[in-house]
């Protein structure tokens, strides 16, 4: 059982408050100008739709640069083949060329209740600003982007309502639309405990094309139901990173109390603690366990997994961390 201090999430209303807030937080131009040069790396996982990335290892029967031959097949068309080739050789062989396709990348913030706890760490900010981050680096490089909000609730503006819906992760394919992307997020209110697993199998079995997942979450749950998640997305194609916002009161929990009575926040379990040192002792072992389980199922996933203490600098983590995970790269 996963216990976590109790907390109520108010969102700002009309007049303002912690949904404005946010939003400003997102848009701040310092924070955005931080992600400027900076583009996705996609490996696997591209979508049919035309567009202007290329895609080595992915040929197709035209375009501007070639890639490899093919034997000719009845009712390959006349045009590609190689005249060449053949008066050199007397082989029909048809040219394939790179392919040229649009990515999407898939930024799945799960917003389930967790989220909102331990009140003062401020784990739904800091994940709403990786996405915003994300989502500006894919925008910025000329990638689409959908924005999809796994459990939880969003704005009442109609474009983050029912996640599990086509209009709640719509797709941007503009430098424009980044406000639209700091409303959505703004608007985020965690909620319900929803398994990631189940939420992504919903999510795969409405959007079949697969795409870049970058799957957000503070993963406070078994490891078995984020394995279902990456098995969820790997059956579509994914390419699959997993990215951890953890809050500074999980990591020390004397930063939040030191007696008291722990509701769990999904569950509604309840039960009376008090820190001593051997209850620290074992918490800290229990989560070092945890999160070596995580590693060792990315690293037996083949699937990156990059963690951020809310509070961090999330550009940081993107020229440090998810460079070298080589999700991010320089133009």
Not at 105 to 125: E, F, M, N, Q, T
Not at 254 to 259: A, D, G, P
């Amino acid at each position: 059982m996963r216990l976590r201090p109790a907390a109520r999430v108010f969102r700002g209303g009309a007049d303002g408050g912690p949904e404005v807030a946010l939003r400003a937080r997102l848009l701040d131009p310092a924070r955005l100008a931080r992600y400027d040069g900076l583009a996705l790396h996609v490996r696997r996982g591209m979508g049919d739709r035309p567009g202007e990335r290329r895609v080595p290892g992915r040929p197709q029967p035209s375009g501007i640069e070639l890639e490899a031959h093919s034997a000719y097949a009845p009712g390959d068309d006349l045009r590609h083949l190689d005249w060449n080739v053949l008066a050199r050789l007397d082989a029909l062989l048809v040219r394939r060329f790179t392919a040229e396709r649009d990515v999407v990348a898939h930024i799945l913030l799960d917003a389930s209740a967790s989220l909102a706890v331990p009140a003062g760490d401020d784990k739904l900010g800091t994940a709403c600003e990786l996405a915003m981050a994300l989502a500006c680096v894919a925008l910025n490089a000329g990638d689409a982007v959908r924005v999809a909000v796994l459990g939880g609730d969003a704005a009442p503006n109609g474009v983050g309502r029912a996640p599990d819906d086509a209009p709640a992760a719509p797709v941007f394919r503009q430098r424009v639309s980044i406000p639209r992307v700091a409303t959505l997020l703004a608007g985020v209110c965690p909620q319900g405990s929803d398994g990631l697993g189940a939420a992504l199998e919903r999510y795969t079995a409405r959007r079949r094309a697969p795409g870049l997942a970058l799957v957000i979450s503070d993963f406070l749950m078994e490891p078995h139901e984020v394995e279902r998640a990456i098995q969820a997305l790997r059956a579509r194609g994914y390419d699959i990173h997993l990215l951890h916002v953890l809050g500074a009161g999980e990591l020390d929990p004397t930063r939040v109390f030191s007696r008291g009575m722990l509701v769990d926040v999904e569950s509604g379990a309840t039960r009376p603690i008090a820190l001593t040192a051997a209850t620290l002792a074992r918490y800290q072992a229990v989560l070092a366990a945890h999160l070596d389980a995580l590693r060792a199922l990315a690293a037996r996933c083949e699937t990156s997994y990059a963690r951020l203490v809310a509070g961090d600098d999330v550009a940081g983590l993107l020229t440090g961390a998810l460079a070298r995970a080589g999700l991010v790269r320089r133009r």
